[in-house]
């Protein structure tokens, strides 16, 4: 008994190969082999017959011989016939499950008993780049708790579970199941394999981070308005119940205080959406010169009324990127509107867009100021939720502390870059970097 004849024997009954795909799986060649010789047997068994046996007739050698030879090729053929049926059958439920590997959303991997990939439907390559078929599931998958898992389902039969994170283009989360099948080697025989089936969870473990970032976030940051406007309802419903001017007052602030709530909620919604979809790039083609002259137009009013000049430098041509373009038009608002309150001092501000080459032809849109500028031990935590370097001007100015938490995370889901340079005094410059496309390709509503 060979080793294959001994797995089958002890595997599942569920996984053990159907007796006439095992037929199947023989080679066309050793079956006409089989009947060729079969027929010389007979036929020199019947020679020895007829010459051992006195007074038989000659004719009868004659007679016989072809006859068995006939019966021998009559039931190869029909040998044939019958794999030949088996083969077409098998082929057909093949396609079957090829047609549903390749529909699964989900990416599914199919490994032999040497953890060499058998089958990947096309989600399982979009997340896995390197991984091909023949090759070691290793050299495309470098994450040990999956390896040890298809070695152990290889080992014991069992089914695993595990779970895999992968931070890097954007951070995904899936829930492993590995489950042992029987695949077909490189001899047509069956043997054991093993199926990594991915399940997706990064959206559900979002929408679980951001409810409780949520709740901490709006509990904490709307406490202070919420208790101001309370504290001025109690003092118009009493002291100053008829106080007119007191009344105009109070009454102004806290309007200013429920614009600074609504602002909130809205930034928190937001970032909030853009998080969910962070690990999904943007496919649009959008023209980033129209977006930010929009955005200038738009605060064209807030700049007069903040004495601020605002001046462009940008390219005659287009210049086009793959994007979402109301992201976009977010991200050049909260830069361009941080630029024009916080460095408004310095009287202007310069935004231009330049194409540069960085590991690839990109895009780079920069804000600067000539206003006080941020102090070095700032700058790593300006992108911070509801971080900022000047508490008390950033709630003056109506700011939420969302606006650059907001843009970074716009520009991380364009696969892009945000870099920010300041000097005490000297004002500062926000960047963002994002790659270009081919000069053809722009918006058509662009």
Same mark, same amino acid.
């Not at 089958?8 to 060649?29: G, S, T």
């Given at each position: 008994m060979d080793m294959s004849a !001994?797995?089958?024997?002890?595997?599942?009954?569920?996984?053990?190969?159907?007796?006439?795909?095992?037929?199947?799986?023989?080679?066309?060649?050793?079956?006409?082999?089989?009947?060729? #010789?079969?027929?010389?047997?007979?036929?020199?068994?019947l020679i020895a017959a007829t010459l051992l046996i006195d007074g038989q007739p000659l004719w009868l050698f004659a007679v016989a011989v072809p006859a068995v030879l006939a019966g021998v090729a009559i039931a190869a053929s029909r040998a044939r016939s019958r794999r030949r049926q088996v083969l077409v059958a098998a082929d057909r439920r093949v396609a079957v499950a090829e047609a549903l590997l390749a529909n699964v959303p989900d990416p599914v991997i199919l490994v032999d008993r040497?953890?060499?990939?058998?089958? +990947?439907?096309?989600?399982?390559? !979009?997340?896995?780049?390197?991984?091909?078929?023949?090759?070691?599931?290793?050299?495309?998958?470098?994450?040990?708790?999956?390896?040890?898992? *298809?070695?152990? *389902?290889?080992?014991?039969?069992?089914?695993?579970? *595990?779970?895999?994170?992968?931070?890097?283009? +954007?951070?995904?989360?899936?829930?492993?199941? #590995?489950?042992? @099948?029987?695949?077909?080697?490189?001899?047509?025989?069956?043997?054991?394999?093993?199926?990594?089936?991915?399940? =997706? @969870?990064t959206n559900a473990r979002r929408l679980e981070t951001m409810r409780v970032d949520f709740i901490a976030n709006v509990s904490h940051e709307l406490r202070t308005p919420l208790a101001s406007v309370l504290?001025?309802?109690?003092?118009?419903?009493?002291? +100053?119940?008829?106080? !007119?001017?007191?009344?105009?007052?109070?009454?102004?602030?806290?309007?200013?205080?429920?614009?600074?709530?609504?602002? @909130?909620?809205d930034d928190l919604l937001s970032l909030s959406r853009i998080e969910l979809r962070a690990h999904v790039a943007?496919?649009?083609? *959008? =023209?980033?010169?129209?977006?930010?002259?929009? #955005?200038?137009?738009?605060l064209g009013p807030l700049a007069r009324e903040n004495g601020v000049t605002i001046a462009e430098d940008f390219p005659d041509s287009p210049a086009p990127i793959r994007g979402d373009r109301d992201e976009l038009l977010r991200v050049v608002e909260n830069l361009v509107e941080n630029a024009v309150k916080y460095g408004g001092s310095g009287g202007k501000v310069d935004v231009s867009l330049t194409r540069i080459d960085e590991g690839g032809p990109c895009y780079r849109l920069a804000v600067r100021d000539y206003g006080p500028g941020v102090s070095a031990d700032h700058l790593p935590r300006l992108t911070e939720r509801f971080y900022r370097a000047d508490v008390e001007q950033s709630r003056q100015k109506g700011g939420t502390g969302l606006g650059l938490a907001i843009v970074k995370h716009i520009v991380a889901r364009h696969r892009g870059k945000l870099s920010i340079e300041s000097e005490p005094g000297q004002g500062a410059t926000f960047a963002v970097t994002l790659p270009a496309l081919p000069a053809p390709h722009v918006a058509a509503d662009d």
């Open positions: !001994a797995m089958n024997e002890r595997a599942p009954a569920a996984l053990r190969p159907e007796p006439e795909a095992v037929d199947a799986q023989l080679p066309d060649r050793v079956s006409r082999r089989g009947a060729f #010789i079969g027929g010389i047997v007979a036929s020199a068994a040497r953890s060499v990939v058998r089958e +990947a439907n096309a989600a399982a390559l !979009a997340l896995f780049p390197g991984l091909r078929k023949r090759h070691p599931l290793s050299f495309g998958l470098r994450a040990p708790e999956i390896l040890d898992g *298809v070695e152990d *389902v290889l080992r014991t039969g069992r089914t695993a579970k *595990v779970a895999y994170s992968q931070r890097v283009p +954007a951070e995904v989360t899936f829930d492993v199941q #590995i489950a042992a @099948l029987e695949t077909e080697g490189d001899d047509g025989r069956s043997e054991p394999g093993v199926m990594l089936f991915f399940r =997706d @969870l504290g001025f309802i109690e003092t118009l419903q009493g002291p +100053a119940r008829d106080d !007119a001017k007191a009344r105009e007052r109070f009454l102004a602030i806290m309007r200013d205080q429920s614009l600074r709530m609504t602002r @909130l909620i943007p496919t649009d083609a *959008v =023209d980033l010169i129209p977006v930010t002259r929009q #955005i200038l137009d738009t």
